[in-house]
C-alpha cells in the first residue's frame, strides 16, 4: 500500500490534540464539491444550507439542511451537488483515540473497541438527532472561540456526542458500508494517481498498471466514486495548478505542464470548464488585494 498517500493531506488537529472542525462553503459553480477522499479519522457533518449528495464507499444518500452525516474512518467519499444549488456544511473530525482510556476500562471496552453501526445520515427529525447537533454546535463555538479550557469542553461534549451515537446504534441495526474490494481497489488507484499525476496517464496505462481491462477499471472507478475515471484525473491537475497560479509567477504553458497537461490549449478548455474562468483571470483574481 501507499501509506501516507492513502490519506487526506489536510490536518485534523494536532498530536496531541486530534480534532478539527471545518466550515466548508462550497463553489455552487461546479458539480463536484468535495473531491473524492479518505482518512484514519471519524467524521460528523451537519449540513446548514442547501441540498446536496454524500457518496460514500459507492453508496449515494441525499443530504438536506439538518441532516447529519456520519462518515467512519477509511471509508472513501465525496459531496456533489447541482449546479448553481448552494450546498454549506461544518464538520467536526476527529481521532477517537481522543477518547479511549489509559486502561481498557468498561466504557472503553463496550463503546470504543468497535466501529459504531450508526446509519450514514440522520435526517433532523430522528430520535436524539437535535440533541446531537445540539452538542456539535457547542463544539464548533468552542473550536471557533478557543477560549480557556476550550480543549477540555470540546473533550467533554464529544464523549457526549458518542454517547449518543452509541444509543443510536443499539436501536438501528445497521452495518457499517465497508464498500469491500472494489473501495480498496479505488483507493489503489487514487492513491497512484495522486503520486503521479504530473507524469501521463492514460487509462490504457493505468489498466495495465493495475492489470485490469480498461472498461473494468472505468466501471469500477465510476460505480465507486460516481465520477469518471478521466474527470477525476483532470479535477486533481486542476485543483494543484490553482495552487501554482497562486504561489509562482511561473507560465501557463510551464503550469499546465508541470501538472500533466501536454497540450495547452486543451488545459485552458478544461480549466475553464471547471472555474469558468481561464488560467489567467484566476491568476489574476487570486493575486489581486482585497
Same mark, same amino acid.
Request: aromatic content about 8%; glycine content about 2%; overall charge neutral.
Given at each position: ?11 485534523h488537529g494536532?498530536?496531541?490534540f486530534?480534532l478539527?472542525?471545518?466550515?466548508f ?28 449528495e ?12 439538518g441532516?447529519? &452525516? =456520519? $462518515? #467512519?474512518? *477509511? ?5 456533489? +451537488?447541482? @449546479?448553481?444549488?448552494?450546498f ?9 483515540i481522543l477518547?479511549?482510556?489509559a ?13 459504531l ?18 452538542e456539535? &454546535? =457547542? $463544539? #464548533?463555538? *468552542?473550536?471557533?472561540?478557543?477560549a480557556? +479550557?476550550? @480543549? ?12 449518543i ?23 489503489t488507484?487514487?492513491a ?15 489498466a495495465?498498471r ?35 497560479l ?20 486543451y ?15 484566476y ?8
Open positions: 500500500m501507499y501509506g501516507e498517500e492513502l490519506k487526506e493531506l489536510e490536518p494536532t498530536k496531541l486530534p478539527r472542525v471545518h466550515d462553503c462550497s463553489d455552487p459553480t461546479v458539480i463536484e464539491r468535495v473531491a473524492t477522499h479518505w482518512h484514519s479519522e471519524f467524521e460528523i457533518l451537519v449540513v446548514v444550507n442547501g441540498q446536496g454524500l457518496h460514500l464507499n459507492g453508496a449515494s444518500y441525499p443530504l438536506q439542511v441532516d447529519v &452525516a =456520519v $462518515i #467512519q474512518p *477509511d471509508q472513501l467519499h465525496a459531496m456533489s +451537488a447541482p @449546479m448553481a444549488v448552494p454549506d456544511f461544518y464538520a467536526v473530525v476527529f481521532d477517537p477518547l479511549q482510556s486502561v481498557p476500562d468498561s466504557i472503553q471496552q463496550q463503546y470504543l473497541s468497535a466501529p453501526q450508526v446509519p450514514p445520515v440522520l435526517p433532523p427529525t430522528a430520535p436524539l438527532v437535535a440533541q446531537l447537533k445540539a456539535l &454546535a =457547542v $463544539i #464548533q463555538r *468552542d473550536f471557533d472561540q478557543s480557556p +479550557a476550550y @480543549m477540555l469542553r470540546i473533550k467533554g461534549h464529544l464523549y457526549l456526542v458518542w454517547a451515537l452509541a444509543q443510536l446504534a443499539e436501536t438501528a441495526h445497521v452495518k457499517v458500508n465497508s464498500g469491500g474490494i472494489a473501495v480498496e481497489l479505488t483507493k488507484v487514487i497512484f494517481i495522486q503520486a503521479n499525476y504530473e507524469q501521463p496517464l492514460t487509462l490504457s496505462s493505468l495495465t493495475f492489470n485490469l481491462s480498461k472498461s473494468y477499471l472505468c466501471r469500477i472507478f465510476k460505480r465507486t466514486t460516481k465520477i469518471a475515471l478521466t474527470d477525476y484525473i483532470n479535477i486533481l491537475r486542476i485543483t494543484q495548478s490553482t495552487i501554482l497562486k504561489t509562482t509567477t511561473d507560465s501557463i504553458s510551464a503550469i499546465a505542464s508541470h501538472v500533466g497537461f501536454n497540450n495547452v490549449s488545459f485552458n478548455k478544461v480549466f475553464h470548464r471547471r472555474l469558468q474562468l481561464t488560467p489567467t483571470e491568476r489574476r483574481a487570486a493575486t489581486t488585494p482585497a
